[in-house]
């Protein structure tokens, strides 16, 4: 299973949201490359970067923390937030991204995510199917759907998708645990690479989402805010 840590980036900075809230935002590191650096240093080869201001504006933002990071980095990231056209995935890929999460595109111009499937192939491309209430959400979390997560999750894998990251929104950035069970209700389902997001707080929990089949973690606050060191993380790659 891929360790992969989160580095959420709002103005240039490295931060963590509660459950998508914008106005919880906490800063963590005005210097996101250091931050990378550690983990890099600690053994984790995967990060997870992700562009709020460009997922919440509807254009990428922040990509020359991308460039700095795959510049002075051996981390594949895959980075998602504000992706919209061809032109901001060759963007994304020229600026040193190894995968792409795209989510927002896949529920509003399905035609266009299949299109860059096709373009990429299903090893460059993750479908991010963040939810609450077991609906898909989008536009960094700010706009709700009516699709169900797992038809969602279905409909795509049946198209040609082996990748998709799962964050249960009211879970994320609390710190009280993931949403292992419906991971497994989505395994027995779907035969889909899946990584988890959202809730992780301890070791167990990665244990757990391993124990439930899934591909990836991506681990963020329990990081930042002391509960999961980088060298732990290192031990479980």
Not at 108 to 128: A, N, R, V, Y
Not at 149 to 171: M, P, Q, W
Not at 197 to 212: H, M, N, P, T, V
Request: with cysteine.
């Amino acid at each position: 299973m891929r360790i992969i840590v989160a580095l959420d980036i709002i103005g240039g900075k490295c931060v963590r949201l509660t459950r998508g809230d914008f106005n919880t935002k906490k800063v963590y590191s005005k210097d996101p490359l250091e931050i990378a650096r550690q983990v890099e240093d600690n053994g984790i080869k995967y990060l997870h970067l992700v562009d709020l201001d460009g997922a919440k504006n509807k254009k990428i933002e922040n990509i020359k923390v991308l460039e700095d990071i795959s510049r002075k980095t051996t981390l594949k990231i895959d980075f998602g937030g504000g992706i919209r056209s061809d032109e901001d995935i060759r963007l994304v890929f020229n600026s040193g991204a190894n995968q792409v999460t795209a989510g927002s595109i896949a529920v509003t111009d399905p035609d266009l995510f299949m299109k860059w499937l096709t373009m990429l192939g299903p090893e460059k491309l993750i479908l991010g199917a963040d939810y609450i209430n077991r609906k898909v959400s989008t536009a960094g979390w700010t706009e709700n759907s009516d699709k169900d997560i797992i038809s969602f999750l279905s409909e795509y894998n049946s198209k040609g998708v082996k990748y998709a990251v799962c964050t249960d929104i009211e879970r994320d950035g609390m710190l009280k645990g993931p949403a292992t069970e419906l991971y497994k209700e989505i395994l027995e389902k779907v035969e889909i690479n899946l990584i988890a997001s959202g809730g992780i707080s301890s070791i167990k929990d990665i244990d757990d989402i391993r124990e439930a089949g899934c591909e990836g973690v991506i681990i963020g606050k329990a990081v930042y805010e002391g509960k999961i060191t980088l060298k732990e993380l290192g031990r479980q790659c």
